[in-house]
């Protein structure tokens, strides 16, 4: 645990152990207050506050910028969420015929069904790569797998199934050998684990907000780590993406000209700043430190669960990945899973296994309390 960061949240820890941080996360007081704050101004008044409350809202996106080494806010578009701003790419991209897409198999719904969707309407070939032994992936295989006529490899940084981690250098590389552009949904990973894009110059990135970044459920963000903004054509289309919503329509202008271009109508400004908050929390105790820290008890947690004859999910290299714990029991699953729900211990049950995910403000004796109810339903022959 970080203590420092401990103190952030202000959660019922006698009643909440909260061990699924990869679905979903608490989210520090201080963005829970600047929520609080925001509803009250906007009760009291309205429409007076628009142009103080844009000017924040349009501010806050140079925190995404830095969290995520993007060139400025200008890269930096809002979004309800990671699916729409995948599907704002995948859909607002212009195809040829004869041109693949390149996935892989494992990719959680939010990065599948949209490229299905695609690849059906303008008939072109989906290459979805397969996965290893027990939710691995061979980064080789999917470099393989591009060629001139990739359009787009379209990845998440890692896994939601069991945390697995692709290293995107070799990716980027191949990007660029064959012309191809790259989107990465980085939602399992930010707020875990640093990126840059400085150092993973990647076309598109994509995230929602609620997961390890600890910001708001119905909250995302698009960042354009090129200035592809600059010229692609929004499928959505509003008055924010030519302007601000008192400006007459003029049909004769062009849509803006940084990534805003791709926030249709009136924007989501209490998700914003409370995903704002929680980055600058963040920050301030060092994804780097929360990375460490989290992975203590991933290796804590790993070496116990493979004593008590569990299989690993997931890279089985250790230095990759995020902090998930995902494994497999011979049997036991379901009664583990009763005395888990019994402690209000959260959890997820994925097609890989029994998925654990503890954040910076969990304690290595929370990872043994769950480790002595495995250890106890498998001695009660469970
Ligand atoms: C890799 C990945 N992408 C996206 C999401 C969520 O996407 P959305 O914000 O669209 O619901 C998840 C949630 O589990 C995920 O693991």
């Not at 939601?160 to 980027?172: M, N, R």
């Not at 990135?205 to 963000?221: D, P």
């Not at 698009?222 to 008055?239: C, E, N, R, S, W």
Request: charged residues 20%.
């Amino acid at each position: 645990m970080l203590p420092e960061f401990r103190k952030e949240f202000n959660f019922d820890q006698a009643s909440y152990t909260h061990f699924n941080n990869a679905a979903w996360c608490p989210v520090p007081s201080i963005a829970v207050k600047s929520a609080h704050d925001f509803i009250s101004k906007i009760a009291n008044e309205a429409v007076n506050c628009f142009e103080e409350i844009m000017d924040i809202y349009e501010t806050d996106k140079e925190v995404v910028a830095k969290f995520v080494g993007a060139a400025g806010p200008e890269n930096v578009a809002f979004t309800p969420n990671c699916a729409t701003a995948i599907s704002m790419i995948a859909q607002s991209l212009e195809y040829k015929s004869g041109e693949n897409i390149v996935t892989w198999e494992q990719e959680y719904a939010s990065n599948a069904y949209t490229w299905h969707q695609v690849s059906k309407k303008h008939q072109l070939e989906l290459i979805s790569v397969p996965s290893e032994k027990n939710y691995d992936l061979d980064v080789q295989r999917l470099v393989d797998a591009i060629n001139p006529k990739t359009k787009i490899v379209t990845i998440s940084w890692i896994q939601s199934q069991a945390g697995t981690e692709t290293p995107l250098l070799p990716v980027i590389d191949a990007c660029k050998k064959n012309g191809a552009l790259l989107l990465v949904d980085c939602i399992q990973g930010l707020g875990n684990k640093p990126f840059d894009l400085k150092k993973y110059p990647v076309d598109f990135l994509c995230s929602g907000s609620h997961k390890w970044l600890c910001g708001a459920l119905g909250h995302g963000f698009l960042v354009f780590g090129k200035d592809h903004y600059k010229t692609m054509k929004p499928i959505l289309q509003g008055a924010m993406s030519y302007g601000l919503p008192q400006e007459q329509t003029d049909l004769s202008i062009e849509p803006r000209i940084h990534a805003a271009r791709f926030e249709p109508g009136a924007p989501q400004i209490i998700p914003s700043r409370m995903t704002i908050e929680s980055m600058k929390v963040l920050m301030k105790h060092g994804v780097d430190n929360i990375h460490q820290t989290t992975q203590k008890m991933r290796r804590h947690m790993v070496e116990h669960l493979k004593k008590l004859g569990a299989i690993i999910k997931g890279n089985q290299d250790m230095t990759l990945g995020n902090s998930t714990i995902t494994f497999e029991l011979a049997s036991g699953t379901e009664k583990i899973q009763e005395a888990l729900i019994a402690e209000k211990i959260s959890f997820s049950l994925k097609p890989a296994g029994l998925r654990l995910s503890p954040h910076a403000f969990n304690t290595i004796q929370e990872c043994d309390k769950i480790l002595q109810i495995i250890e106890s339903e498998l001695s009660h022959g469970g």
